[in-house]
């Protein structure tokens, strides 16, 4: 059973074929119309559509030649936008007659919406535009141009990328070969070519007009790509807002195409996702959420514009980040930096005051949204119950940022078994459950996501004064590079990342060992001016942690002694070991 099976189905007659169109939702919502890419059907929309319809009145329609949709008789020349066009008001008059469309398209789906959104004869039936993986074939057209005419080496880069990238369009302009692949070994070969290059499931996709589709689709190209491309319009200018999605792993198309959009799009909304080309199928709930985001602020006449020069905006409006640790320090400094990136975020500290007052703050300076949640992370059952919770009330968590952490210095025979028992509980056992609890979530949904755990400097330069914690973040610096090679598979990233001496007040609370009271105040004190007069802030490190994702880097030394520490045990590990004798002045 697929998921659009019990929608609504109508056929719309126009120029000479028959469209098929399903709908989903209500007919009195605001009507969102998605359009299918090649060699695709409608139906690679399904995990999108499902989702939207709780909110919106959805449409899918099979393009022309393609699914259910008849073909035009003869081919060539029956795949023109000019054609392409008219089948899309016919369908949007048929289920939208009284009402502007919002309007979604990916690959060829997004090139040819690119058209109904910048033409004169569809204005006003378009209310807005998201795009996915499919540039304007007019915008290409003066994008080359720039560059040939007016060449730069970067530009020159730029051109010959993108025609690296565009190789399948030139062989689907060779007469009659694409049409014998496709019916062919090609088309018995397609779903494992999606499943091994894309990650994409295909359980039920593609379908099983995947061979005509994809053989009539090639006169999309035919058509359209040549004429266009020589002879771009010149009044190309969108009438509705645009929101663009840009996959930063797209296999056929550069994010560098887009570099001149905003001189064609006045109202203009960027996004990027950290996947490869068919979105709609492995990143269902985030590309449905920006959708969904943009309509409701275009209906309600918002701007719903993320900062266009902030590249985090663009990356992390509106997913869910989990922070735990987040009531001081690097904790609140890492929760305040995706609030400004207008991502959703739960604090967590076992200091619920604290995780409330990030919470607030966070809200204040941008989150989309933001909770406090109080749990110890290294009670186990306490972060079951948390998990359960999160997941319940705010969906699976996108970015999992794994902070909590004590301080613990002492020489090895002055440590306790409970104080080996404590700061391993915490330091390690607490990252154990935030990726075994979260981060098995995001492997079951299958759509990708991303886990921070920040070690220490300490997990790579050994010290006399520092066996418990350097044992417990080098424990955690292992544990994220098994997890980022079990994990890569699935599309999760795994981040390990190594602050040195940051200014927080991880040094008020560290506990120095085998010493009384009095003295355990006198070193904190100590310590605390040290890394005072030092005075690296926490949000240089929660930077480092959003650029960590955002690269999805494996292990990143944040501050200069601790790229210099990691340099030294990689490069020179002797003199690392004899750094590690010092015995430090206290």
Known sequence: MTALEGARERRVHTGGIDLCVLELGDPSAPTVVLVHGYPDSKEVWSE??????????????????????????????????????????????????????????????????????TVG?????????????????????????????????????????????????????????????????????????????????????????????????????????????????EDAYAHAPVQLITPLGDAFLSERLYDDLEHWVPRLTLRTLPDKHWIPRTRPDQVSAWIEEFVLAVESGQDAQPPRADRHAQRFGGQLVLVTGAGSGIGRATAFAFAEAGARVVAVDRDGEAAARTAELAR????????????????????????????????????????????????????????????????????????????????????????????SAAAY?????????????????????????????????????CPGFVNTNITSTARFTGVDEQEQRRRRQRSARLYGMRNYPPEKVASAILDAVERNRAVVPVTPEARGMRALSRLVPGMSRRLAKVEPKV
């Open 364 to 455: 204040l300076t941008g989150a989309a949204d933001a909770w406090a949640e109080t749990a110890d992370v290294s009670d186990e059952q306490a972060m079951e119950k948390l998990a359960e919770k999160v997941h319940g009330a705010y969906g699976v968590v996108d970015v999992l940022v794994n902070n909590a952490g004590i301080g613990l210095s002492g020489s090895f025979f002055t440590t306790t078994p409970e104080d080996w028992r404590r700061v391993l509980d915490v330091n390690l056992w607490g990252v154990i459950h935030g990726c075994r609890l979260f981060g098995a979530r995001m492997a079951e949904r299958g759509q990708g996501g991303h886990i921070v755990n920040v070690a």
């Open 48 to 117: 999108v559509a499902t989702r939207l319809a709780g909110r919106f009145h959805v449409v899918l329609y099979d393009v022309r030649g393609h699914g259910r949709s008849t073909a035009p008789k003869p081919l060539r020349g029956g795949f023109t936008l000019a054609k392409l066009t008219d089948d899309f008001l016919a369908v949007v008059d048929a289920v939208s007659p009284d009402r502007p469309v919002h309007l979604v398209g990916h690959d060829w789906g997004s090139v040819q919406s690119w058209e109904f959104v």
């Open 121 to 233: 004869r569809t204005e006003g039936r378009v209310a807005s535009f998201t795009s996915m993986s499919g540039p304007s074939l007019d915008h290409f057209g003066h994008w080359i141009d720039a560059r040939v005419k007016r060449p730069t080496p970067r530009r020159v880069g730029q051109l010959l990328g993108q025609g690296a990238k565009s190789w399948y369009v030139y062989l689907l302009h060779t007469p009659v070969v694409p049409e014998l692949a496709w019916r062919g070994p090609l088309g018995r070969s397609w779903p494992g070519i999606l499943r091994r290059a894309e990650g994409l499931p295909t359980d039920d996709y593609p379908t099983a007009s995947l061979r005509s589709d994809a053989a009539h689709g090639a006169w999309l190209y035919r058509d359209n790509v040549r004429p266009r491309l020589r002879r771009p319009r």
């Open 461 to 497: 330069q050994p010290s006399r004064a520092l066996p418990a914690y350097s044992t417990s973040k080098a424990a955690v610096l292992m544990l994220s590079e098994c997890l980022r090679a079990e994990l890569a598979d699935r599309r999760i990233g795994v981040s390990a990342v």
